[in-house]
């Protein structure tokens, strides 16, 4: 398949391209078939960001102590904060992708089912790695290369299903994040992905579950944890049950930390937890 390139639109007005990759290498995987069935693409999207929300400056209390501001002191306060250029590793069907992808394009996440999704929102994609069955792909020393020629500040897992390589953790040290299906620090790791992830919790009679998102360091799911929420796990679920009520919740937290990730509003505390400051009051943490 041809190098193509894959960028959002808004507000890059440069197409840049991204990264593709086959089976056997990494990065964002989209189900597609090829002349060998077995043989999955992977694609890496990039989105640009856009000027984004900063904090207020100005601030008036009013009786209830909340920060109020007038529309004119509201538009005087706005900081612009740096822009942020995110890359989307997805595999399977990238509802998570698109889920960022939409809130981007609403223009609540300021900072891309796959390579169709892309494609179909003018999204550009690079070919990666270079394998005998993607000659035109690039290396995984290229992929880093590719990315910082890009400026891509953070990278995005959402379903992706290989192993990061340190040369690329080295790289974007605390900027790859990954949404993981469970509670994490519980039902992670190899083999804990997709439905394996919900049959687990389902066995094991937990009564809760609900998605995880947290930094990408060399081992499965071992990063920081940064956000989580809690779903129910019901008496009769079946895994695909479970599975929906957590991806949900996928879909609204990812992109909330999204938002977080642009507006630079995680920080990390002394013990090395990162955590979100809250947008409405910089003084609370969510
Ligand atoms: N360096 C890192 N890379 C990745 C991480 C991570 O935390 N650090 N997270 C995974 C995503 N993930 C869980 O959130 C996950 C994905 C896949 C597996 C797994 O066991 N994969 C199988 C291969 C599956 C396949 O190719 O179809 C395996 O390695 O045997 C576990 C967890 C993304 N990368
Ligand atoms: N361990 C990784 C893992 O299991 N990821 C999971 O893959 C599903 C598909 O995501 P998608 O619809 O965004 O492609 C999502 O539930 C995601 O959490």
Known sequence: MEAQSLLSQFPSNSTKPLLQTPR??????????????????????????????????LVCRNSVGRDVLSPQEEEDSLIRVQRKK????????????????EAAVRGSVYGCGGAEHARNNGIPVIVFPK??????????????????R?????????????????????????????????????????????????????????RYSGPTIHFVDEHYDTG???????????????????????????????VEVTEALCEDRIVWREDGVPIIRSRENPKEYC
């Open 24 to 57: 056997e290498s990494f990065s964002v995987n989209f189900s597609k078939s090829q002349k060998l069935d077995s043989l999955k693409t992977r694609y890496c999207v990039k989105l640009a960001s856009q000027r984004v929300r900063a904090e207020k400056r």
């Open 86 to 101: 995110l890359a989307v590793f997805v595999s399977g069907g990238g509802s998570n992708f698109r889920s960022i992808h």
């Open 131 to 148: 394998t005998s069955n993607v000659p035109e792909g690039l290396s995984s020393t290229d992929l880093v290369a590719a990315l910082r």
């Open 150 to 206: 890009y400026e891509v500040d953070f990278i995005l897992l959402a379903g992706y299903l290989k192993l990061i390589p340190v040369e690329l953790i080295r790289a974007y040290q605390r900027s790859i994040l990954n949404i993981h299906p469970s509670l994490l620090p519980a039902f992670g790791g190899k083999g804990y992905y997709g439905m394996k992830v919900h049959r687990a919790v389902i066995a094991s009679g937990a």
């Open 224 to 254: 920081r944890i940064l956000a989580q929420r809690v779903v129910p796990v019901l008496a009769n679920d079946t895994a695909e049950e479970l599975a929906a009520r957590v991806l949900h919740e996928e879909h609204r937290l990812y």
